[in-house]
């Protein structure tokens, strides 16, 4: 055998080494253990632990090496995770401890194993694990008791095969129930959010890793005037000044041809200072970086399975010069109708955001599979826009892979809790993207959107399948792709055996928000269908990587807990907002009435 390629003695080699292991059972072949046996063959070789640990995996029996050792530690202190979230191995041994699988997924995506009780009082030492069915391919991780494996802080010891720890991990800290969620924007200062979802609105507070409410009013409380004809109301958009002194709110009719209305809210008093008419259906609100105007998306839905059904969607401009008066006007509608775009005469926005210059206003049109770019030409004497140039651009299809299964969570081969494993291999297949959620990231004009592809393939054949994996994408101002995530969306659900709608094309990207860490952009999405968010590094768009997939419930006694148990998603996060000061995240959560909170640790 060759000579090991650490520096030992000249006459010290692999095979010395591996003839010691045969003194020691598995469980006791440690590199301390080891190294004693080899000197005690050979006194000239007068090894230490780390030379072992120098010497090739692959030329040592006794399991995965892991880095560094762990020495002298009480057994029952530590984790030891394996990612790899099927692992049937029930349990090991490491010197005289025994370690054994929890029975339930705590950390998503890994087998985890604690020591035995009659096993935690004992002080090991340990620079190898040897588990049935792991091996030098597989990332195991050493880790406080409790801890999450993926944040570095946590990590005792680790496999080759782990690499390094990801660059941001997020992790649920705290649940607010007993609230009507769907959306979600969070005042600048990053203390009070203001949540909208059904008729109700909700001021949040923030303090550390709590959430709590401060006060809330429904809208039939309310003394507004209303357009002829409006009869009921659904929050459907929200977006809170540039300095957190009031909070603009999408009210849209329950009748599709009836006029919406936005309101204007103080905070944090919720009191009302100003409303105004818009066009059918406001879905989406946006208050321009420089707090002079508003554009608001009149989406004017009608029925989205039969289109075209006018009247066409349309872009609300608000004056927000004169609000501490009392006064909101919309000064215009931007028809946005045209384009070399599906259903050109029957457009239907459903996000608006604004550049941070102020210059361009970008709104996504789902079922017509684009997105509307209005560049602000000319503004009057409040500086309020007044001329624009409007772009409709389509934004095509994309070829990806995604697992063919069908029905319903937990019935036929939809099983999150065997991986989906009886479904068929991947298929490659051709969809749109039906923007959904949209955001514009800060530091490159770049826009991002959640891809949901939902119902143009059957409406009028754009390619689509009924099954698949959606996306998040990247284009720059001009609408030209820059890059998109791929498959890494429904990889990662189904890595963490997470639930999905198999009958309905997979996981389901709803809103999409943007920030910056560390000097990388990321994009921040919420899975809908899957009670999860992702996190992708877009720093470089041609190459989106996939940081960390957050699952919002972890604790497997909560009766929201959908990790591998055939079941359907319960929360339905959709709102979604980066907290830059704190890198934190908030996500409304449709499904049962709740607002989550995400802390994302940075690894160094």
């Known amino acids: 055998l060759p000579q090991a390629a650490v520096c030992l003695p000249p006459d010290l080699t692999d095979a010395l080494v591996v003839y010691a292991a045969t003194f020691l059972p598995p469980n006791l072949r440690t590199p301390a253990n080891l190294a004693a046996v080899v000197n005690a063959l050979d006194p000239s070789a007068n090894l230490s632990p780390d030379d072992i640990l120098a010497i090739p995996g692959e030329s040592l029996s006794g399991g995965v090496t892991l880095t560094p050792v762990v020495s002298n530690r009480p057994a029952g202190s530590f984790q030891i995770s394996v990612q790899d979230a099927g692992l049937a191995t029930a349990s090991f041994t490491i010197e005289n401890a025994a370690f054994i699988k929890l029975p339930l997924t705590v950390f998503p ?30 990332c195991i991780i050493v880790h406080e008791l409790g801890g999450d494996p993926l944040i570095a802080a946590n990590q005792i010891a680790t496999s080759a095969a782990c690499g390094d720890a990801p660059f941001v991990r997020g992790v649920a800290v705290d649940l607010l129930e007993d609230v009507n969620a769907e959306l979600i924007d969070v005042a600048p200062n990053g203390t009070q959010a203001v949540l909208v979802g059904s ?71 919720l009191n009302i200072l100003a409303s105004v008419e818009v066009g059918v259906g406001p879905d989406s609100v946006a208050i321009a970086p420089d707090g002079l105007y508003a ?103 994309r070829t990806v892979q995604g ?49 949901e592809d939902n119902v143009a393939a059957a409406l009028n054949g754009v390619p689509g399948s009924p099954f698949g994996s959606r996306s998040i994408s990247v284009f720059n101002l001009s609408g030209t792709l820059l890059g998109d995530s791929g498959n890494t969306i429904e990889e990662s659900v189904v890595d963490l055996r997470l639930p999905m709608r198999c009958e309905d094309k997979g996981p389901e990207p709803e809103v999409v928000d943007t920030g910056v860490i560390g000097g990388r952009t990321l994009v921040f999405t919420s899975l809908e269908r899957s009670d999860a968010i992702t996190i992708h590094d877009i720093t470089t768009p041609s190459n989106i990587e996939l940081v960390d997939t957050v699952v919002l419930i972890t604790d497997p006694g909560s009766p929201d807990y959908v990790v591998g148990n055939d079941v359907e998603a319960q929360l339905e996060p959709e709102g979604i907002v980066f907290i830059p000061g704190t890198n934190q995240i908030v996500t409304a959560n449709s499904g049962n009435d709740t607002v989550s909170l995400v802390q994302l640790t940075v690894n160094p």
């Open 109 to 138: 995506g890994f087998t985890t194993y604690v020591a035995e009780p009659s096993s935690s009082l004992l002080s090991i030492e340990f620079g190898q694990v040897d588990i049935e069915g792991v091996g030098d391919d597989d």
């Open 199 to 269: 008729d109700d609105l909700t001021l949040i507070g923030i303090s550390g890793n709590s959430l709590s409410i401060i006060d809330e009013f429904d809208f039939d409380d309310l003394d507004v005037t209303t357009p002829t004809g409006f009869m009921g109301a659904d929050f459907t958009g929200v977006d809170i000044s540039p300095d957190g002194s009031f909070a603009l709110v999408g009210v849209k009719e329950e009748d599709d041809a009836t006029n919406g209305l936005i309101l204007a809210v103080e905070l944090p008093s």
């Open 295 to 397: 554009a608001v998306a009149n989406e004017a839905e009608g029925d989205e399975e039969n289109l075209p059904d006018p009247p066409p969607g349309s872009i609300s401009i608000l004056d927000l010069t004169d609000l501490g008066n009392g006064n909101l006007t919309e000064t215009t509608q931007v028809d946005i109708t045209g384009g070399s775009i599906l259903f050109s005469d029957d457009p239907q926005p459903e996000t608006v955001k604004i550049t941070p210059d102020s210059g361009t206003i970008i709104a996504s049109l789902q079922e017509n599979n684009a997105a509307s770019l209005i560049t602000v030409n000319g503004t009057d004497g409040n500086g309020v826009p007044n001329s624009f140039t409007v772009n409709n651009v389509s934004l095509g299809v």
């Open 403 to 451: 697992i063919n299964v069908d029905g319903d969570v937990g019935e036929g081969d939809c099983l999150s809790s065997n991986g989906y494993a009886d479904a068929l291999p991947p298929a490659t297949f051709d969809s749109a993207r039906e923007p959904d959620g949209l955001a514009i990231t800060s530091n490159f004009p770049w826009f991002v959107t959640a891809d």
